[in-house]
C-alpha cells in the first residue's frame, strides 16, 4: 500500500496568512494527487485534483504543486472560511490512501 | 446535478451486521465507480473499497475483506455497503463516493452526505 505523510497535523495562523501544507507518499504517484477540504460534520469537498488542478467553482486562493512523491497545498490569503480539516489523497493505485489530515485553525 | 443520498443513522448490538444504503440521482448509474469512505470518531479517512456497477466488480482493502460485501442495484441506482460482526471498533461515519468516471481511482467529486453507525451493547 501507498503510505501518505502529511504535515503539519494541525496549525494555526491569521486571516490574511499564507498557509502551506504537504504531502509525501511512499512511491512515485505521478501526479494522482488530490486534496480534500473538511468541515465539522460535513463530507469531505474535493479542492485540487491531479495535484494542481482547481475543482470548478473553488476560489483561486487554492493551490497545489509537486510531483514525484512530494505534493504541496497552498492557501495564499487565509480566510475565516477556511477552518477546516485538509486531506491529501492518491489514487495512483489501489488501496486509495488518505494523508492522516492538517487541521487549520485562526489564530 | 449529481446527488448521493445515503440511509440514516443506525444503533447496532455487537455482532450483528448492517447494511447502508447510498441512492445516486443525475448520470447513468453504471457508468461510475462507487466507493465508500469510513471515518471513525476525531480520526481521518479511509477508503475501503469499490465497486464498478457496470462491470459487477468490487475491490475491497486489504483490512476489510471478509468484514464488507459492497453490492448495487441498477433498477434503483442504490449502492450498498454491508458491514458484519459489528465490534465497538466499527463506530464511525460511512460516506459513500463518486468520480468522474468508470474507474475507482479517480478524484471523489461528489460525497454522500454520511451514515454514522453506532456499535453499542
Known amino acids: 500500500d501507498i503510505q501518505m505523510t502529511q504535515s503539519p497535523s494541525s496549525l494555526s495562523a491569521s486571516v490574511g496568512d499564507r498557509v502551506t501544507i504537504t504531502c509525501q507518499a511512499s512511491q512515485d504517484i505521478s501526479n494522482y494527487l488530490n486534496w480534500y477540504q473538511q468541515k465539522p460534520g460535513k463530507a469531505p469537498e474535493l479542492l485540487i485534483y491531479d495535484s494542481s488542478k482547481l475543482e470548478t467553482g473553488v476560489p483561486s486562493r487554492f493551490s497545489g504543486s509537486g510531483s514525484g512523491p512530494d505534493y504541496t497545498f497552498t492557501i495564499s490569503s487565509l480566510q475565516p472560511e477556511d477552518i477546516a480539516t485538509y486531506y491529501c489523497?492518491?489514487?495512483?493505485?489501489?488501496?486509495?490512501?488518505f494523508g492522516g489530515g492538517t487541521r487549520v485553525e485562526i489564530k | 446535478q449529481v446527488q448521493l443520498v445515503q440511509s440514516g443513522a443506525e444503533v447496532k448490538k455487537p455482532g450483528s451486521s448492517v447494511t447502508v444504503s447510498c441512492k445516486a440521482s443525475g448520470g447513468t448509474f453504471s457508468s461510475y465507480a462507487i466507493n465508500w469512505v469510513r471515518q471513525a470518531p476525531g480520526q481521518g479517512l479511509e477508503w475501503m473499497g469499490g465497486?464498478?456497477?457496470?462491470?459487477?466488480?468490487?475491490r475491497y482493502a486489504q483490512k476489510y475483506q471478509g468484514k464488507i460485501t459492497i453490492s448495487a442495484d441498477h433498477v434503483t441506482s442504490t449502492a450498498y455497503i454491508e458491514l458484519k460482526s459489528l465490534r465497538s471498533e466499527d463506530t464511525a461515519v460511512y460516506y459513500c463516493a463518486r468520480g468522474g468516471n468508470v474507474d475507482m481511482a479517480t478524484p471523489f467529486t461528489h460525497w454522500g452526505q454520511g451514515t454514522p453507525i453506532i456499535v453499542s451493547s
Open positions: 489523497q492518491q489514487y495512483d493505485k489501489l488501496p486509495l490512501t
Open positions: 465497486l464498478i456497477p457496470a462491470f459487477r466488480t468490487a
